[in-house]
């Protein structure tokens, strides 16, 4: 297994590094995890890494709070890095009545080869090829708010979350700054951090925001989410359906913990209590909906609570500090955390 990490170090030298994972999925005497770990190679990195992709077996795109995008190459002869394409001012905002600028973090980035798309700070959306030196299409004046995550819904259409809680459809087909479709949670805008769409059925969307709530989301129809499920204690940093395994979806918190969330339906019977540590709490699932057709039902989609079962596990042994991010593939799973600890399980199921 080899995972793609941003790191900062003490002395603020930032790198992108690629590491090999060894057999992961015991505990240590200390209740950490037990494995062999190699770093293979790591680059320089200008600005804080804010956030990573794989973009295919030999390529990684890095989001910087420079407002750069970059897209290094992993040569496996001689393991290195190096860098294969870079968009300097992917992000950036213009001061009033002048061409000047500053640069504006880009905050969030998405792949689907050949295609990249970017979201960041200065509410822009730039979609590029991998093969292309300026982007392909530039929303100027997408956001008035920070975008914090993109992710596509399908191909050509993506999905965007931002800073006063709303989750903006976009189809690139379409000419112009407007999206396609707008929705938001009731209440206080509360920032949504991270958005990821549900693999199989595409319009069911998942995100997470700055209040820790776990929203699910039906794109087909209203402008609210379906569910709204009591999660983390802070922000939530990363949400993550399985790739394979759908039923089952990952969080992580500044609040320092990791959760796998399992709503298969056809599991047995579960009880709706969070196990943690000995100690056991009631989890909280509403929603503002009154019914979806049973034909069309989604586990995560069920809007009465009396029938769906959530189980919850943590993944982490103790809490830390800030859990960061997260991927998931297969039966592993690897975070990063502002303790400089990477953290790695192979038996996400039992």
């Given at each position: 297994m080899v995972c793609c990490l941003g790191l900062a170090s003490s002395n603020q030298e930032n790198c992108v590094s690629l590491w090999s994972i060894g057999e992961f999925g015991n505990l240590d005497s200390d209740g950490g995890f037990e494995g062999d770990h190699q770093l293979l190679c790591d680059i320089r990195h200008h600005g804080d890494v804010m956030d990573l992709q794989f973009f295919d077996q030999e390529r990684i795109v890095a989001a910087s709070s420079t407002g750069c995008v970059?897209?290094?190459?992993?040569?496996?002869?001689?393991?290195?890095?190096?860098?294969?394409?870079?968009?300097?001012?992917?992000?950036?905002?213009?001061?009033?009545?002048?061409?000047?600028?500053?640069?504006?973090?880009?905050?969030g980035i998405v792949c689907d080869n050949p295609e990249i798309v970017t979201v960041g700070e200065d509410g822009r959306i730039n979609l590029f090829r991998v093969d292309h030196k300026e982007a392909v299409r530039t929303i100027d004046n997408a956001d008035s708010s920070t975008l914090h995550a993109v992710t596509f819904l399908r191909t050509p259409e993506i999905v965007?979350?931002?800073?006063?809680?709303?989750?903006?459809?976009?189809?690139?087909?379409?000419?112009?700054?407007?999206?396609?479709?707008?929705?938001?949670?009731?209440?206080?805008?509360?920032?949504?951090?991270?958005?990821?769409?549900?693999?199989?059925?595409?319009?069911?969307?998942?995100?997470?925001?700055?209040?820790?709530?776990?929203?699910?989301?039906?794109?087909?129809?209203?402008?609210?989410?379906?569910?709204?499920?009591?999660?983390?204690?802070?922000?939530m940093w990363e949400v993550h359906f399985h790739p394979s395994n759908p039923d089952h979806l990952f969080t992580c918190s500044e609040d320092g913990s990791l959760w796998h969330w399992d709503a298969s339906t056809n599991a047995p019977e579960k009880s709706s209590l969070f196990h943690q540590g000995g100690r056991s709490t009631f989890l909280s699932h509403s929603s503002n909906q009154a019914s979806v057709h049973l034909s069309l039902v989604s586990s995560w989609l069920s809007t009465d609570p009396a029938k769906d079962r959530i189980e919850i596990t943590s993944l982490l042994p103790s809490r830390t500090l800030s859990v960061n991010s997260l991927d998931v593939l297969g039966p592993c799973l690897v975070c990063g955390t502002d303790a400089e600890s990477i953290y790695v399980t192979r038996q996400l199921f039992s």
């Open positions: 970059t897209v290094f190459l992993h040569h496996p002869n001689n393991q290195t890095l190096s860098v294969s394409q870079q968009w300097p001012t992917a992000h950036y905002h213009t001061g009033p009545g002048s061409p000047s600028y500053s640069s504006a973090p880009c905050t965007t979350v931002n800073s006063i809680g709303q989750l903006k459809i976009w189809d690139f087909r379409q000419q112009g700054s407007e999206p396609c479709q707008i929705l938001s949670l009731t209440g206080d805008r509360v920032p949504l951090h991270c958005v990821d769409r549900h693999p199989d059925q595409q319009h069911v969307v998942a995100t997470g925001g700055q209040d820790g709530m776990l929203s699910i989301w039906d794109v087909r129809q209203g402008t609210m989410p379906v569910s709204l499920l009591k999660a983390h204690e802070a922000e």
